[in-house]
């Protein structure tokens, strides 16, 4: 225990305000000099609490490793007032408050497979810890399939699309299963379209394949044709350079380096404290606010991360994660000139009543979550005081985050995040979005998200194969007065066999936005992509340039207009693409949207505007007075998107903007470590392909689905299986069953994922069909490496029986009986057989299809009637 004198020496010894010494080579005893320091910072916090309150404080750490046990906990005694604020500051960034403990060179043994070992000083029972750094080089935990490759998984049973959605049930492929599977500690690691969730097996059938999941909590969106998982944590899973394994109960590490690292002479580090270093607990409730806490020129480094079963999956965004510095109730602070690395879960976590904070010149990265959080979840009860409000994030360097929750986001606002200011940051190399505003999915309830501003970022390389359904910018729900501005956006992309790798997408609901005057180039999917669901809108895009999408470049989703006014007013845009097409989804004759005054160029090619011309979108009043022309950039070719002088598109009204000011300004060090960044490469999945199809439903059982193919059903009385009510051979034969009152015409149907690249490839399809009075059958094949899809052949049969492609009536088949089709496909060009037995064969064609149908990814079955109740029977699909 510190004497009082010693005490009153500290306090004494600085002439405006305390300064204490803190060093790892410290003594708490000592009197927290430069020559004398404190050992520990919990030492510093409690000297600090019995200053007078008009003393400023600093707490300056000098250079060396800060080991923490446990997060630092510092409240409301422990904040300043803006005269005499409280301020932790290291002597350089060599100032490191670390979460970790490193093992000692002469702990390793080399053993004679590749594996070295060592001996963990972990307490038994502590939940074992989840990373691992060689020489600052992220380790993986040992995993099967190894990085980059995936197992699949699939539903155990057809369901309603919300039980769908939702289940906690899958078939997994029996092929795949190694022998641990079941051992404890073994995560599933599924990547549900926009997120990824580790799981924990509690049962397996083996005649099934079916496996259920440990815990109530556990939801996993199965809509994904090709669900992706992986098994993490066994030591036979052990097998590559660059992974490791930690037996829990031998406390023994296991890693194979990578080649030349000798593991004797580097530093392995593990973490030891979990999610936070730093915990600021002010509480906007009782009023006890933590005020003027600055932290400067620091480092933060090594926190785990959690994921055992009891850990909390973030239905989106990885909002439930924490950050290694973790806020409630601070106002007037700031975070400036720290780096956040090595890190578990997030970098920065600002949350309730966090308030004028200033998070300025970080550099956060290596992040198993994302870079900063503020506000995740809408609070329970709304009063000014519990908003993270009137914060700036500004001129940070965020970049590779998501190495553990891939769905993390580089800059995340969520529940009441209102008045804050995103500027000039740079963010890449994230699996999911750069930017995240916004938590409701409605565009018709009041949110407590608005008024923010994200200007001048510099995001690129974000999505990078991983995931589906993610943008640069994303936003949910209503946001008056949020301003998306000067932004410059470029590669974006997503999982090979998802969708939905966009610039800026305001999803569900999002109204009342401006994004004005933004370069979005390079995506793959589209560079706006306006989501109509929820009754969003007043939304206002302007003067902003779309360039070179591979897709569309104006994607618009769903339908559900607003009751009143427009979704979306698009002006004085400049608009244009090589590849792809111009508008695609639904931007519909009746949609509430307007377009006008923009720049269109096509590269010469005649734009698409949703399949229309421009003459025929004209009647439909939109792009009336817009210009189809090229806009003149300074070289496209070298995405230079300044204009030329005589840009067509300044005579629109089009004011320039200078993006090359977005990203970071007037920090050296930083911006020439933004330079040194290495893209991520996009990851592209080998999916399962299935050779050829030959299936007469003889080995399945009466009620069960396919093991092949994927049923799409909307209720469950409609769906399709099964029967043996009629067989085309043996005794089996797959029956639809389709009902009234169903959302979408094209439910229940049938497809089969296939991969095959149609070059140089003949495919013959064939099928029986056992029609009754009403049905409609639309056959298709489709190439989905684009979006949307391109058609092969079609043939669709009406409710009369009439057989037409292309709109054309060629024949008519007979109801009650079965009759065979027959597709045969070479080199764009297919033709048609029908065979009817007692009749003689119909042969129809040559059909061309179009030039992008180079790849066969999908064979359906629709059943296509709308509002009736009918049924019918499919049998002997075979597919080569
Ligand atoms: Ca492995
Ligand atoms: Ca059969």
């Not at 104006?554 to 111009?582: A, S, T, Y």
């Not at 300044?642 to 903007?657: E, I």
């Not at 109801?815 to 060009?829: D, L």
Request: net charge negative; charged share 20%; glycine share 10%.
């Amino acid at each position: 225990m510190r004497s009082t004198l010693s005490l009153m020496m500290v306090f004494g010894l600085a002439a405006h305000g305390i300064d204490l010494y803190v060093s790892p080579a410290g003594d708490d005893g000592n009197a927290g000099t430069r020559e004398n320091p404190l050992k520990t910072l919990v030492c510093a916090r409690d000297l600090i609490r019995l200053r007078k309150q008009d003393e400023s404080a600093r707490v300056i750490l000098l250079n060396g490793i800060h080991k923490l046990s446990e997060p630092l906990v510092l409240d409301e005694r422990d904040g300043g007032t803006s005269t005499a604020p409280v301020t932790y500051e290291g002597e350089s960034l060599d100032a490191i408050i670390s979460g970790g403990e490193s093992i000692p060179g002469n702990a390793w043994q080399q053993g004679a497979n590749g594996v070295w070992t060592a001996k963990v000083d972990w307490p038994k029972g502590k939940i074992p810890f989840v990373q691992l750094w060689v020489d600052g080089r992220r380790l993986t935990r040992a995993r099967t399939p190894n990085e980059g490759k995936y197992f699949f998984y699939r539903c155990a049973v057809p369901r309603t699309p919300e039980q769908k959605r939702f289940t906690k049930s899958f078939v997994i492929r029996k092929l795949d299963m190694p022998d641990w599977m079941l051992d404890p500690g073994v995560a599933f690691v599924g990547y549900p379209h926009w997120s990824n969730k580790y799981a924990y097996i509690e049962s397996y059938d083996a005649e099934t394949g079916e496996v259920s999941f440990v815990g109530n909590d556990f939801a996993m969106h199965c809509v994904e044709k090709d669900g992706r998982y992986y098994l993490e944590n066994h030591i036979k899973a052990l097998d590559v350079p660059g992974e490791w394994y930690f037996d829990e109960a031998a406390s023994t590490l296991h890693v194979i380096p990578q080649e030349g690292v000798d593991l004797r002479k580097s530093q392995v580090v593990y973490p030891v404290v979990r999610r936070n270093l730093i915990v600021i607990n002010g509480s906007h409730e009782t009023g006890k606010l933590v005020k003027n806490l600055h932290f400067k020129n620091l480092t933060f480094m090594h926190t785990d991360a959690h994921i055992e079963s009891s850990y909390k999956h973030s239905v989106q965004g990885a909002h439930v994660q924490q950050g290694a510095l973790l806020a409630y109730g601070l106002h007037d602070s700031s975070v400036r000139d720290c780096e956040f690395v090595h890190l578990g879960e997030h970098g920065i976590s600002l949350l309730e009543g966090c308030q004028r904070n200033v998070i300025r010149d970080n550099h956060i990265h290596d992040l198993g979550g994302g870079g900063v959080y503020l506000s995740v979840e809408v609070p329970r009860i709304w009063n000014d005081s519990v908003g993270t409000n009137h914060n700036t994030v500004e001129n940070n360097l965020l970049h590779d985050g998501g190495h553990i929750y891939r769905h993390a986001c580089g800059i995340f606002l969520g529940g009441s995040a209102s008045y804050n200011t995103l500027s000039h940051n740079e963010i890449c190399n994230f699996s999911w979005d750069g930017v995240h505003l916004g938590w409701s999915w409605s565009g018709t309830n009041k949110t407590l998200t608005h008024h923010n501003t994200v200007s001048w970022n510099h995001i690129h390389h974000i999505g990078n194969g991983v995931l589906s359904d993610l943008a640069a910018i994303y936003t949910l729900g209503q946001q008056p007065g949020t301003v998306i501005q000067y932004n410059h956006i470029h590669h974006i992309s997503r999982n090979n066999g998802g969708y939905g790798g966009w610039g800026i997408y305001p999803d569900a609901g999002s109204s009342y936005l401006t994004i004005d005057s933004n370069l979005v180039h390079d995506t793959e999917d589209g560079g706006l992509h306006m989501h109509c669901y929820s009754q969003p809108h007043d939304n206002v895009v302007t003067n902003n340039i779309f360039a070179y999408s591979e897709a569309y470049q104006m994607i618009r989703g769903n339908q559900l207009d607003p009751k009143e006014g427009l979704h979306v007013e698009l002006e004085r845009n400049i608009i244009c693409h090589e590849k792809g097409r111009l508008y695609g989804g639904s931007w519909t004759k009746d949609g509430k949207f307007s377009t006008d005054r923009n720049l269109l160029w096509g590269h010469g090619k005649e734009c698409s505007f949703n399949g229309n011309n421009l003459k025929m979108w004209r009647e439909t009043g939109r792009d009336v007075n817009s210009v189809v022309a090229d806009p003149k950039f300074v070289d496209a070719d070298n995405r230079d998107f300044h204009l030329l002088s005589d840009s067509p598109a300044l005579a629109l009204g089009f004011n320039p903007f200078p993006y090359e000011q977005a990203g970071i300004q007037g920090n050296p060090k930083l911006q020439k470590l933004a330079a040194m960044i290495v893209p991520r490469e996009k990851e592209l999945v080998e999916r399962p392909t299935i050779g050829a199809i030959s299936e007469d439903f003889e080995s399945l059982k009466v009620g069960q689905i396919p093991e092949i193919g994927s049923v799409y059903i909307e209720r469950e009385d409609a769906g399709i299986v099964v029967s043996d009510e009629q067989a085309a051979s043996g005794k089996k034969s797959l029956k639809f069953i389709d009902k009234p009152g169903q959302k979408h015409g094209y439910n229940p149907h049938f497809a089969y994922y296939v991969n095959w690249d149609l070059l140089g490839r003949k495919v013959i399809g064939k099928f029986k069909a056992y029609l009754t009075e009403g049905t409609i059958l639309e056959h298709q094949w489709r190439d989905w490496t684009h979006s949307p899809f391109v058609p092969g052949p079609t043939i669709l049969i009406g409710g009369d029986g009439t057989l037409a492609v292309g709109g054309t009536a060629l024949a008519k088949v007979p109801h009650n009986t079965w009759f065979e089709i027959q597709v045969e496909y070479e080199k764009s060009t297919w033709s048609l057989q029908v065979i009817v037995p007692g009749e003689a064969t119909k042969r129809f064609g040559e059909f061309k299809t179009s030039d992008d149908f180079k790849r066969l990814t999908w064979i359906g079955f629709v059943s296509a009637a709308a509002d009736k109740d009918i049924h019918f029977y499919l049998d002997d699909i075979s597919i080569k």
